[in-house]
């Protein structure tokens, strides 16, 4: 249990479905992140919200979109998705973002693009 | 453009070796470095260093980060088989007012019983 939980565990979707991904944090954190991990890549930040708020987005195509209703859940909407946006996608919290501290991962949604 | 390299990319040891996983950083506005370990599933925080040559240490595993080389160590003694894992380097830096890590691809690690 690490205290971030993810659901689905596992998605497979054609490139025109809609889903959604979503993440929650039972650490009482205040920032809350996603990452995608590709095969053989480093981890790549995708969104940042802090206290509810967005405060990066680095370079992530529209088709992802995050929602965050409240600092314990974040969801990441996928629609008209590519075959190359296959990956795990974790989510991650820590404390508050903007200051020196880890985050603590979950266990990811492993997605598969047809 | 901010990057973190690890080496080796794999490694291969039998139980009881003792290994060094090296993880080097070419950063602007350093904060930090730490170690994470990811087995199956999430990757578990290890170690955060932000001080040069302070060793932080938890069982087996040790690290120490080297400002002036930018670069840092993660040392397994005694390994065991459950320490099989990809283990990940990540810089701590400020960009734009923001803070953010920056992971490396990581170091896969296969201990033979």
């Known amino acids: 249990e690490t205290g971030v939980t993810q659901t689905p565990r596992h998605l497979v979707m054609g490139m025109t479905n809609k889903k959604s991904l979503k993440c929650e944090q039972h650490?009482?954190?205040?920032?809350m992140y996603w990452y995608k991990q590709s095969a053989k890549k480093p981890l790549e930040l995708m969104f940042v919200?802090?206290?509810?708020?967005?405060?990066e987005n680095n370079s992530v195509p529209s088709r992802f979109s995050p929602e965050c209703p409240n600092s314990s859940h974040l969801f990441l909407h996928l629609h008209t998705l590519q075959p190359e946006d296959s990956a795990l996608y974790l989510c991650?919290?820590?404390?508050?973002?903007?200051?020196?501290?880890?985050?603590?991962f979950g266990d990811g949604t492993r997605l598969s693009i047809l | 453009e901010d990057k973190v390299v690890q080496s080796p990319l794999s490694l291969v040891v039998h139980e009881g070796d003792t290994v060094t996983l090296n993880c080097s950083y070419e950063?602007?506005?350093?904060?930090?470095l730490l170690w994470y370990k990811q087995e199956k599933k999430a990757p578990t925080f290890l170690f955060m260093l932000?001080?040069?040559?302070i060793e932080k240490k938890s069982g087996r595993l040790s690290s120490i980060l080297d400002k002036k080389e930018l670069s840092s160590i993660l040392n397994i003694t005694a390994t065991q088989t459950g320490d099989s894992a990809i283990y990940l380097c990540?810089?701590?830096?400020?960009?734009?007012?923001?803070?953010?890590?920056?992971f490396g691809t990581g170091t896969r690690l296969k201990v033979l019983a």
């Open positions: 919200y802090n206290f509810k708020e967005q405060t």
């Open positions: 990540a810089g701590g830096v400020v960009s734009s007012g923001t803070y953010k890590y920056i």
């Open positions: 991650a919290s820590s404390q508050e973002a903007g200051v020196n501290q880890p985050q603590h």
């Open positions: 650490l009482g954190h205040n920032a």
């Open positions: 950063v602007t506005n350093f904060r930090s």
């Open positions: 932000t001080s040069s040559g």
